[in-house]
């Protein structure tokens, strides 16, 4: 289940519901922390942040013994989060894993409850920069090779897709983001605006904006989401939008604003 | 501000007391009729399909009026939503707009409010099918020349994106989906998983499993979002899985359950 990005009021009624009917709770001790108020008189089984394969396995084994387990996940637990984990460990041991709604046998009973993912609580404090078409990479070369994320670094510009960058570095890995840089730069214009939210929805929450050459000089960690603007993503004031028409009879100059807006906006239909 | 997918359980506690403080809710008719039940003694300013600009405006006129205005936007109102809307209405006319911690004058104040958006609310119908990079591409041409969405749908395929596909048809546009289904057959396997949720958490909720090359088969409207997985997705059951690394140590033909899993799994960090 989800939690999304931290804070409590950010929480659905649904996840708040699993979390009450939940016998055990196991997730990465941080982000347990965040919602320890829901946790009163749980038993709470907590690890370390590269134990995501013994918390998916725990929660698998208590599922089978009967238990009501809930295993959390920070944002959206399917974007890279614990959904598939325990999904891909179940599918591993040919274990019949079922919906709730469906009939029959099974294993263990699987509910993915969804939350809002890091994107949309990190876009909500930029303003609004994922209005149009966006792209999403981790930069994350653990268990992806750097051929694979460079490529899709590639195909993201080419595409002019607003590109979303999750786990853009880490203590160990500090040179993916400067390569990514200089990727970007030879298909964007370098004025592209750049928004950089670190703990978003946390105590301790930093949302900074920049362009896509000075995006280098940035701090950013792991738990930084970084959003680079597509050719059309301008900054107004302290804010990026991605406007979301292409065919509208304004044309926005890079990092100004528009002089007038006359074209009718389609919406999401 | 965000709803979520529909159904009460998936807003978040701000997107409630945010509801409950406006003394104006502002939104499209069949939105609205989702939170009937939070409504009670607001006033309510509805409008159709295509009326968006005509409800940023009246958001924006009755916010700079002094009221507390609740613009709505199902899903996430930053991911093809209102949020970009009032923000480009807001930078066309010069209008000053400020978040609600920055002090100083503005014409009004903007907070964006996030919520679950339709591409987590049906992945998580679907299993786990947006666990590793994915690309989000409206197929609407109403605002977006085809030849964008074209190059764009291109650039996912080469970068093997896991492809979100928002506004995949409706009546007035029916080809596109087809156009889009050849391009990628060129790129992916016709046994490809695909997911097709319809209405997702909304009364009328369908989820189906198909495959790429049985996609157009499918009955897809303006409701509907289609997941199409990328070289590694499988499915498992009744659930789309799209692995987390491409180091597994086990191999996954498309369609078939994998073998072993022996890999480490980096998670999110």
């Known amino acids: 289940m989800s939690l999304g990005p931290g804070a409590l009021e950010c929480l659905t009624l649904e996840a708040r519901e ?3 009917a939940a016998q055990v709770v196991v997730g990465y001790h941080t982000y347990l922390e965040l919602i320890a108020p829901l946790l009163q008189g749980k038993e709470v089984v907590s690890s370390g942040m590269k134990a995501e394969m013994a918390r ?13 387990v809930a295993l959390v996940s920070s944002g959206d637990a399917g974007i890279y989060g614990m959904a598939g984990l325990v999904l891909e460990l179940a599918a591993a041991q040919g274990l019949r894993v079922s919906t709730p709604e469906a009939a029959g046998e099974a294993d263990f009973i699987l509910e993915v409850i969804p939350g809002i993912p890091a994107l949309a609580a990190g876009a909500a404090l930029l303003g609004a920069p994922l209005m149009h078409d ?12 750097w051929e694979v994320i460079r490529k899709r670094v590639v195909a993201a510009a080419e595409g002019d897709f ?3 960058l999750y786990n853009p570095k880490s203590r160990k890995r500090d040179w993916q983001l400067a390569q990514v840089v200089d990727l970007l730069l030879s298909h964007r214009n370098p004025d592209t605006p750049v928004g950089v939210v ?5 105590p301790g929450e930093e949302v900074g904006l920049t362009t896509l050459r000075k995006l280098p000089e940035e701090t950013v960690d792991m738990q930084t989401l970084i959003i680079v603007g597509n050719s059309q993503t301008f900054r107004y004031g302290d804010y990026l939008i991605t ?12 990092g100004e604003r528009p002089r007038g807006l006359t074209a009718e906006w389609g919406g999401g239909e």
Chains 1, 2 share one sequence.
């Open 198 to 202: 670190r703990r978003a929805r946390r």
């Open 162 to 164: 607003v590109i979303v």
């Open 56 to 68: 998916g396995q725990a929660a698998i084994l208590r599922a089978r013994q009967g238990e009501r």
């Open 18 to 20: 699993a979390l009450a």
């Open 134 to 145: 966006f792209a999403v990479i981790s930069l994350s070369d653990l268990l992806t090779p």
């Open 243 to 254: 406007p979301r028409g292409y065919l509208a009879k304004y044309q926005v100059p890079s």
